[in-house]
């Protein structure tokens, strides 16, 4: 078999790539490891920046994302018995659209599917081989224990965090940084209408709560716990009593679904080597407190997309080999501004009492400072693209 682009990963990196790739007249093969109504199940991220809504949209794939969407011009910050609403809409002009993941991944493989184009499901054993030739390949097994291999131009290693192709890069060329944090969330989906139609981030003596949302009837909501939080001691009146005491009053409802996300800052240095492109948590992994996951990976492909473009339109590797450089640029930034918001509000159990004083400080700065309120809303609508 053979293609142009090789994309491993079906999550929101690998499939906006194929897509805006289509839209460019280039073929691509997606092999991904789960099953359809897996990818499509998985509850992560929820919040768009507008340039994700807008790269989307450009992309004609905004339809049922404008319709259901929910468009926020604000977020709430509170800190003990203080409360302050950041502007986002009058302090920088953008909004921010809260959508599911798992909605945008839906559209993007309905619209896959509909260009008729390869879309693997449950491939096993990926391997990658020749990545520094300009001839790479993939092998894989399918459903019915048959191996395959694809020849092709360039791999796209967008097979997120635990994927093997960051693994595929030699030792000696990758760096990589990484901040463990000594807490993770506990996230529910709720059949609950949400007790505010804007996010809202509490600090709280017992540790962070953010109440945020799905729709008008669902509600998502988080509570820092510990990294190795057993589900099982989390019984739903538990969890419920310490959203109310962390967030004030929230509306109760059936809990449809319970998961520990464990706190990574992680970057892998460089994002490219030969012929493999590393996109979204496959090179990098935020905090989600910041909500710049999804984020990142479509301003990882938006570059890669344009490289690839340049490349198969005769306009050379200039792009290609600038790749790197320009998506770690926009991804320092944003790892500090998830680190920042991390650090700010939640409780570190080895935690001071001095450093404690100076976390409140600081957000008692941000919540009564202009200059701290529009810094923190430009980076939460999104940083301008370079690309
Ligand atoms: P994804 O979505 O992880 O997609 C990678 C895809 O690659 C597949 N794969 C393979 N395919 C073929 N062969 C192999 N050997 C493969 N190994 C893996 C996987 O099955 C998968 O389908 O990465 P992508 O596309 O880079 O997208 C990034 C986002 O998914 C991610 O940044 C965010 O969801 C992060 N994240 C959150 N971000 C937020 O902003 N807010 C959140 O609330 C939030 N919650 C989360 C999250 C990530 C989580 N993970 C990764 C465990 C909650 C969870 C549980
Ligand atoms: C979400 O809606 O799941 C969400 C929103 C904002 C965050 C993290 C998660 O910072």
């Given amino acids: 078999m053979r293609t142009q682009v090789g994309i491993i990963g079906a999550g929101p990196a690998g499939l906006l790539l194929a897509h805006l790739l289509h839209r460019a007249g280039i073929d691509s093969v997606i092999l991904e490891q789960k099953s359809r109504p897996y990818i499509e199940g998985r509850i992560r991220a929820g919040l768009l920046e507008q340039g994700s809504v807008e790269t ?6 905004g339809e049922r994302l404008h319709r259901e969407g929910l468009v926020h011009d604000g977020l709430e910050l509170r800190c003990d018995d203080m409360a302050e609403r950041i502007d986002l809409h009058g302090l920088t002009g953008r909004r921010v659209t809260i959508y599911g993941q798992q909605e945008a991944v839906k559209d993007m493989v309905a619209a ?18 020749d990545i520094a030739t300009d001839q790479p390949r993939i092998t894989w097994t399918d459903q019915h224990g048959e191996r395959h291999e694809l020849r092709c131009d360039v791999i796209a ?22 901040r463990v944090y000594p807490f993770a969330w506990l996230g529910i989906l709720a059949e609950a209408s949400p007790v505010s139609h804007e996010l809202i ?3 709280h003596e017992e540790g962070f709560a953010l109440a945020t949302m799905r729709s008008a009837r669902l509600s998502r909501l988080y509570l820092q716990c510990a990294p190795d939080e057993d589900l099982n001691e989390w019984p739903d009146a538990r969890i419920w009593e310490h959203l109310h005491r962390r967030l004030g009053r929230v509306n109760e409802g059936p809990i449809l679904q319970k998961g520990v996300t464990a706190m990574r800052s992680f970057v892998a240095e460089p994002m490219r080597h030969g012929r493999l492109f590393l996109a979204g948590d496959a090179a990098h992994i935020v905090p989600p407190t910041g909500a710049k996951g999804m984020n990142l990976a479509v301003a990882d492909v938006r570059v890669l997309a344009a490289a690839l473009a340049d490349f198969y339109r005769g306009r050379g590797t200039g792009l290609m080999d600038r790749y790197s450089e320009i998506c770690l640029r926009r991804i320092w930034k944003v790892q500090r501004f998830s680190w920042w918001m991390t650090a700010m509000l939640h409780r570190f159990s080895a935690e001071d009492a001095f450093e404690h004083r100076v976390q409140t400080a600081e957000l008692h700065y941000v919540m009564q400072s202009q200059a701290m309120r529009t810094a923190l809303a430009e980076q939460y609508v999104g940083l301008p693209y370079e690309v």
Avoid at 112 to 129: I, N, S, Y
């Fill in 56 to 61: 989307l949209t450009e992309a004609g794939l």
């Fill in 112 to 129: 896959r599917l509909a260009t008729g184009r390869p879309l693997h499901f449950e491939v096993e054993d990926t391997q990658l081989h």
């Fill in 157 to 178: 290693g967008c097979d997120g965090f635990h994927g093997p192709s960051r693994a595929a890069m030699p030792a000696e060329v990758l760096r990589v940084y990484e």
């Fill in 201 to 203: 981030y509490a600090r």
